[in-house]
């Protein structure tokens, strides 16, 4: 590389959410740059009024910066080479459509839609590609001046040259195309709006883009782009197209395999972390062939362009499951205290975090460390802690395990000596439930499985779960906290869960 500091962008369309396939271009864009001590610029390419919303621009801006990817140009910090929205640049475009007039580069065309779609079938039917005749070049300059200047409908064409069309891609090599596989093509609509390829080639060389990386599916715009800053006289950037993400069955990545969108992936409860760490490897591995986990920071240091793959990336849910667990265990339990509360008071389990007490603050950090370990992502904290939140004992019995268990002479035994106990003593420690329990042992001969299995049922509705050393002074301190849904003390469930049971052994009788 050049002793030029590189200047990259990423220039995303504010149609839609961030998806995984731009955000992926956006950080190796910001680590390429931030690699090389260069400048990551964001743009907004709206000129398509229609589809474009000031609210997915907002979502990408907050989706950028909650990823870790600031811009040091942009929309909302400035910069030199702004505006940085292409609906602020329409000025910018018109002067250099008229350089390019003016130089004879460009053209107007006045051929009708009704002209060119009888070219384009009469190319169909002589097998010909479906290009532009050109016919438009020929207009002399005043003519195409006078016809303009007298209202006639026009479009601006760039004139492209009669040679090959190449480039260098940093990522695929030599790409070429054939001149007669490229039509003129247009810059200007007739109805005045300039078209990406124009748009995005003025920016990019006003802008002193030195690396324009970006999905594949812009490649065979590319040649275009290079003929635009050839009639410019600009010099051309390197170009590294990066390679299109698919689902596991080996089709284009879409809603249909799942969540795609930054924002889906953060609602439920991916970290960023482990989100910038699995889009890098989406297409590019560490240099010693195996390490997996990597921070902004090392990505940072380990970035190399050199080393994307051209080949498609296959999007593995399991994979970034995997390191956001990684990610998880590494957090401050400050933070996934703060981050899993949402989802506790979404579904009316805690109270606005605003009202908590610390008491409550505490317990919750205990609960949450508890089963932290067995989630992929936040959004299942909710239902892994349903052994303290759930108030449905009759559920439990009905689930065919469960009452195979409980369906037995030795569970009910067990069941009442547990009830005779906890209904005389009120409250229940770990101490206290470890006598009982060996107590029940001595007195009934039953153990092991046996013995505690329908315990647990009973006090939380599953046959698993945390040990009962944990989960009892988290039933118990729990039951004590003012939340909006109540929780169950453990006397409570044992009443609930007997007067269910009972009824329902009679019944079976
Ligand atoms: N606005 C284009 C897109 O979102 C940008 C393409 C480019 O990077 O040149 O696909």
Not at 306 to 321: C, G, M, N, Q, Y
Request: charged residues 25%; contains cysteine; aromatic residues 8%.
């Amino acid at each position: 590389m050049s002793n030029q500091k590189p200047r990259v962008r990423f220039a995303p369309s504010p149609t839609g959410q961030l998806h995984v396939g731009n955000a992926r271009t956006a950080l190796y864009n910001w680590l390429f740059a931030h690699h090389h001590g260069g400048d990551f610029l964001l743009r907004i390419e709206d000129t398509d009024v229609e589809r474009s919303e000031i609210r997915y621009e907002d979502q990408l801006m907050e989706d950028l910066r909650w990823l870790g990817l600031n811009w040091t140009e942009g929309p909302e910090v400035g910069g030199p080479h702004g505006p940085y929205r292409q609906s602020e640049r329409l000025d910018i475009y018109s002067q250099h459509t008229e350089r390019l007039l003016d130089d004879g580069k460009a053209y107007r065309c006045f051929c009708t839609t009704a002209e060119l779609d009888a070219e384009r079938a009469q190319a169909i039917r002589e097998h010909k590609p479906q290009i532009y005749s050109g016919k438009c070049r020929a207009i002399d300059a005043e003519t195409s001046q006078r016809r303009a200047a007298a209202g006639e409908p026009s479009a601006i064409r760039l004139r492209i040259p009669d040679a090959p069309l190449r480039f260098h891609d940093m990522v695929r090599g030599e790409v070429e195309f054939a001149s007669d596989t490229i039509s003129d093509p247009i810059l200007v609509r007739s109805s005045g709006v300039p078209v990406y390829n124009y748009v995005v080639t003025v920016d990019d060389a006003l802008m002193k883009i030195t690396h324009v990386i970006r999905g594949d599916d812009h490649i065979s715009n590319t040649p275009k782009q290079v003929a635009i800053y050839q009639a410019f006289g600009w010099s051309v950037p390197q170009f590294a197209h990066l390679s299109t993400i698919l689902g596991s069955d080996r089709e284009r990545l879409s809603k249909r395999h799942g969540a795609t969108s930054i924002s889906s992936f953060r609602e439920m409860g991916i970290l960023p972390e482990a989100l910038t760490n699995y889009l890098a490897l989406l297409g590019w591995g560490a240099e010693d062939g195996k390490t997996e986990t990597f921070t902004l920071d090392e990505l940072t240091r380990e970035f190399k362009l050199e080393r994307v793959t051209s080949s498609p990336a296959i999007f593995d849910f399991d994979k970034l499951h995997w390191l956001n667990r990684h990610y998880l265990k590494l957090a401050t339990p400050e933070r996934i205290l703060d981050l899993a509360w949402p989802y506790f008071a979404a579904k009316n389990l805690l109270p606005p975090r605003s009202n908590a007490s610390d008491a409550l603050l505490q317990w919750f950090g205990n609960l949450v460390a508890l089963v932290l370990p067995s989630v992929d992502t936040l959004q299942q904290l909710p239902e892994k802690t349903s052994f303290v939140f759930a108030r449905d004992t009759t559920t439990a019995q009905a689930d065919p395990e469960n009452a195979a268990l409980l369906n037995t002479d030795s569970a009910r035994r067990v069941l009442q000596a547990f009830a005779l106990r906890v209904r005389a003593a009120a409250t229940v420690t770990p101490e206290q439930f470890k006598l009982w329990m060996n107590e029940i042992k001595a007195e009934t001969g039953i153990k092991g499985k046996d013995l505690f299995h329908p315990v647990r049922i009973a006090l939380t509705g599953a046959h698993s779960g945390p040990e009962f050393d944990k989960l009892i002074p988290l039933i118990e301190e729990g039951s004590r906290l003012p939340l909006p849904t109540p929780i169950f003390s453990i006397l409570q469930r044992v009443n609930r869960f007997q007067s269910s049971f009972d009824s329902s052994s009679v019944a079976e009788v």
